[in-house]
């Protein structure tokens, strides 16, 4: 029988399951760590040019490289050379893959860490990070504060790109980590959004 409202008007529709794989851990950083690492991240350096649609006329954003493969996963790189790389250029970024590397993704090794920033206007295209369902994406959302009428959700998407089965809200301090294989994308900021949205990324490969 088809569960009804409080009216009694209108069936209530079945709730979707959440993502496979998913994991959501909040207040992930000591707070003078997220601290820093905002700071960091907020440093002159941002380069511009990234985008997660291929298409010529998909928004592009900024970003800041800090380790591991570059432009292709068919690179040739050493998992042991990408996290000493990553400790030689930003050793506090280094620190928070330590941190993800023994508590939330144990056994993974380090294949990309950069990090995005979106200002109002720019936003992703969906899509999927790998192809191998033991790769993993960890987004670190480093900011003091944030709205809801920031807008800058996460939203992961079924296999077919025609249903949202996560929204994931960029809530200060928190870490989410999924499979690679599920298709994903980074709302944009709305315009009343005074901030430039940052997020800090690891790519993985588990074991």
């Not at 985008?51 to 998992?79: I, M």
Request: charged share 20%; hydrophobic share 40%.
């Amino acid at each position: 029988m088809a569960q009804s409202s409080p009216s009694g008007s209108t069936p209530l529709a079945k709730a979707h399951p959440p993502a496979t794989g998913l994991q959501v851990h909040d207040r992930f950083l000591p707070r003078d760590v997220q601290e820093r690492v905002l700071a960091l991240l907020k440093a002159p350096g941002w380069a511009f040019g990234a985008f997660s649609d291929a298409a010529p006329e998909a928004s592009r954003y900024w970003y800041k490289h800090f380790a591991g493969y570059v432009k292709t996963g068919l690179e040739e790189r050493d998992p042991a050379q990408i996290e000493a790389e990553l400790r030689a250029n930003a050793p506090l970024i280094g620190e928070v893959w330590s941190r993800i590397k023994a508590s939330v993704l144990p056994g993974h090794e380090l294949t990309r860490c950069y990090a995005n920033g979106y200002p109002a206007g720019a936003e992703g295209g969906l899509h999927v990070d790998s192809n191998i369902p033991t790769h993993f994406t960890a987004i670190y959302y480093p900011h003091l504060s944030w709205r809801p009428n920031d807008a800058g959700e996460t939203l992961l998407f079924n296999q077919a790109g025609d249903e949202i089965i996560a929204a994931i809200y960029p809530r200060p301090n928190r870490l989410a980590a999924f499979p690679g294989v599920i298709p994903h994308v980074a709302r944009g900021v709305s315009r009343t959004c005074t901030q430039l949205r940052i997020t800090l990324m690891f790519k993985t490969a588990g074991p």
